[in-house]
Structure formats: structure tokens, C-alpha cells
């Protein structure tokens, strides 16, 4: 008798056994072949090699990198001595600054785009209204809300400071004991007589040192790079097959927002790649910048890009021709593209509040609610649709997106 209550108990026993197991193996997520791959594209492990920029001969020299890394926190570049490239990409806020409009000399008219793994793209700023990323680097130089500076002032700064650093990369600085100290295509009246006063030969001179100085900031940025997140530990988990990593990676609401990311919520429809952006344009729908004007956006990105002094195609630049291809076919009507803007990767997202092109949404919970409800905004039109999704769902997205915080990599 006692024999068989044994034999019942251990049967019993392996039962339990059997169905705790079960339980285990059916609560881990189970993604299929066509998910994996899509999981392995965002993965950051598929980031690869930066692509080569052919309009910055001086793109990957380490010197120029250095001599841009001190062009990018000297604050002597600027109107009023107090501005430096880190005052709006400050390094400890994922390189934004945390304002809905970023501040200089003045205020601009919007966010400040983080620059980690900004290298990656073939498009600056929200509205893409520069190709590179030396030229991306001028256009705050000389913005009067921003650095508020000009040409010839920078060019005697180069001159003064750092001679030997920028002749080691660039080749010999000419004598600029003649040039005027303040004079640039600028907003302010007297630099912009002075410099009209200069020669032409004069003026491509400067201009030179001044696109000379972009390159070297652009060699320093493309070092900022982002690490992996727990998204990316997670994945790499998945693919080597380590069940007991992939079971504490991420929680139970992180795997159903991402799976939600990657299905219902559409998200990877912009946001995809390992920088979880497809560097493309989109009407979002997004409100007025505190009410103020509606923002056309790639519409005029895409005209002042095709004018731009500095841009691929232009005497500045170092490559040849055919190698613009951005550049050379964009669509000739950018109507189509009234009030969209970038798309802005989502690494490290939950630290690079407030959100979209002007700071108008504070929290990833703001951003979600609009693009559940997908209104048409001030351009009366909108990329996106109307997704239903329920609170909890949305809770589950944000819950994702956070998971996408990873160390941030620069020298």
C-alpha cells in the first residue's frame, strides 16, 4: 500500500513538473523566422561600417578629428564668446539640450536632433535643408539666434589658435593681416557690408577656411556612436540561442510593446534599421509650435538645400559630381512634402524629451496618444492613421522605448 502512494506521489510529481515546464516554454515570447529577421535588422549589431561621406575628403582623418572635437567646445566661436557647438548637443543629454527650442545668442524656431550616430544619415536638420554633415555644422555658425558669429572673425580665431592643428590637416593658412576682423553673408549689417567689400578671391578664401572648419567638426561627430541598449542584449540573445538571457533581458510589457512596435502600432514602418530611422520625410500632423506659425518644412529644407554654397554639389565639396546622388535626384516638386520633417532615431529616445521638430510633446506618453489618435494638424494632412490602440497597449510602446537606452560612445 505504501509502495503505491509512493508511486503516486512521484507521478504526481513529474506532472507538476511537466506542467511547470510547460508553463515556463509557453510563457517566453515565440517569434517567428520573418520576426527574427526583422528583430535582427534593428538589432545594433547590423549598424555596420559608417558610410564613406565623398564631400569631406577629411571625413575619417584622426587629426581632423581632434582639431574638431576643440572647434566643438570652444565657445570663441560665436557672437558673444558664450556659445560652442555643445551648448545645444551637450554630450550628457545624449547630445540635445533638453529645450523644445534651442538656445544661443537667441531662440530658434526648433529642437536641437540628437548628433549620436547622426553619420549615418544623408540628411541635416529637421527639414533636411543640408546633405552633409560639415555643412550641417556652418549653418549654426553664422545663424544669429545661434552662434551668432561670422566668417572672417572665425577665420582669424583658426589663425590665432590653432594654426599648427589646422595647417597639419589642411595645408598652409594664408596671411589674413589685411582681413577685416568681422565680415560674413550675415544678418548683421556691418559684417555683411565689410564682407561685400572683400574681393571675390578674398571671400572664397575665408569661405574656404570656414568649410575647412565643418569638415573638421563633421571628423569629430562621426565618433558619436551609439552602444547597446537592453533592446539590442535581448536580441543578441535570440540569435545566439541563450533561452536564460533572452527570459531576463526585457519584462513581459517590453516584449509586448515590442512586439506591438514591429506589428499593430506600425512603428517600423519609420523608425527601422539599427537606428530605428529610415532618414525619410513625414507629416506627422504635429501641432503649432506653441502656436505660433505653421512650420512647411522639407518642402523648404528641400529648396534651400538645392541653393546651399556648401552643399555636395558645390565647389567646397570634394566629391565628384556623380557621387551627390542624393543631392542630384530629389523629387523636383517638394509640395508634397508640406509640414513633414525627419524622422528622428529612437536610441536613447527616453532621455531626448521634449519630442518632435519644435519640442511640442514633453512626454513619449504625449507622442503616443498622437499617433493613436493621428490628427491632421496644421497642414491639414498627416502620414499617419488612426491606430486604436488601448491604454495599456500605449503604456507597453513607452515601456519598449525605453529599453533603447544604451551608453552613448565619443571620444
Known sequence: MKAKIFAI???????????VLSFVMLSQPQWTDEEIDTLKSLWIGSLGQLPPDPSNAYADNPAAAELGQQLFFDTRFSGNGQVSCA??????????????????????????????GLSYSPWYFW???????????????????????NRTQYAHLISE??????????????????????????????????WRE?????RETVSRIYANMGKAIAAYQRHIQPGASRFDEYVQALLEGDKEKVKIALSTDEVAGLRLFMGKGSCTQCHNGPMLANNDFHSTGTPLSNGVFADRG?????????????????????????????????????????????????RNVAETAPYMHAGQMATLEEVMDHYNEAPAGPHSHTDLFELNLTDQELAQLVAYMKTLSGPVFAP
Not at 554633415?133 to 555658425?141: D, H, K, Y
Not at 592643428?165 to 568681422?182: C, H, I, K, N, R
Not at 565628384?320 to 546622388?325: F, G, I, R, S, T
Open 9 to 19: 506521489v512521484l507521478i504526481v510529481g513529474a506532472l507538476g513538473a511537466i506542467g
Open 87 to 116: 551648448t545645444c548637443h551637450q554630450p550628457d543629454l545624449a547630445f540635445t539640450d533638453g529645450r523644445a527650442q534651442s538656445k544661443g545668442i537667441g531662440e530658434t524656431r526648433r529642437s536641437a536632433p540628437s548628433l549620436v
Open 127 to 149: 527639414d533636411g535643408r543640408k546633405d552633409s554633415q560639415w555643412a550641417q555644422a556652418l549653418g549654426p555658425m553664422e545663424d544669429a539666434n545661434e552662434h551668432g558669429g
Open 161 to 194: 589658435n590653432y594654426r599648427e592643428a589646422y595647417e597639419a590637416v589642411f595645408g598652409a593658412l594664408p596671411d589674413l593681416t589685411s582681413f577685416p576682423a568681422s565680415a560674413g553673408p550675415v544678418a548683421d549689417a556691418e559684417a555683411s557690408d565689410a
Open 198 to 202: 572683400l574681393s571675390f578671391e578674398d
Open 298 to 346: 522639407r518642402t523648404d529644407g528641400m529648396l534651400e538645400v538645392i541653393e546651399d554654397e556648401f552643399n555636395c554639389l558645390s565647389k567646397y565639396s570634394d566629391a565628384d559630381p556623380e557621387a551627390c546622388v542624393e543631392l542630384r535626384f530629389l523629387p523636383p516638386n517638394g509640395s508634397e512634402f508640406l509640414g513633414a520633417f525627419k524622422t528622428p532615431t529612437l
